[in-house]
């Protein structure tokens, strides 16, 4: 079964730090481009940053992408969150190279939720 599952999202207080885990099964991830998105209630979803097939690791801003290909598995590392960070985070999987658009992406996990509050 070929499927994309994230993890590690929770509760957390602004200034904090969580790192989500988007494991792969039924295909190799190291084969392709893996990005983070997210998505508020009411409002429609945002690409966070991107990781291609060839990178081990990419940086935009407060996010960290890195890959552990022995492990099938994508991290996204978010580092001093804030309450507008509050979000379900999806991962999800094209080919190697990274997409402009949601909609170019062929895989999904369903999601994580993560919630940035005091």
């Known amino acids: 079964q070929v499927q994309l599952e994230e993890s590690g999202g929770g509760l957390v207080q602004p200034g904090g730090s969580l790192r989500l885990s988007c494991a792969a099964s039924?295909?190799?991830?190291?084969?392709?481009?893996v990005g983070w998105f997210r998505q508020a209630p009411g409002k429609e979803r945002e690409a966070i940053s991107c990781?291609?097939?060839s990178d081990s690791s990419t940086v935009k801003g407060r996010f960290t992408i890195s890959r552990d290909n022995a492990k099938n598995t994508v991290y996204l590392q978010m580092n001093s969150l804030k309450p507008g960070d509050t979000a379900v985070y999806y991962c999800?999987?094209?080919?190697?190279?990274?997409?402009?658009?949601?909609?170019?992406?062929?895989?999904w996990g369903q999601g994580t939720q993560v919630t940035v509050s005091s």
């Open positions: 990781i291609t097939s």
């Open positions: 999800a999987a094209r080919s190697r190279r990274c997409g402009s658009n949601w909609y170019e992406y062929n895989y």
């Open positions: 039924g295909f190799t991830l190291a084969q392709n481009a």
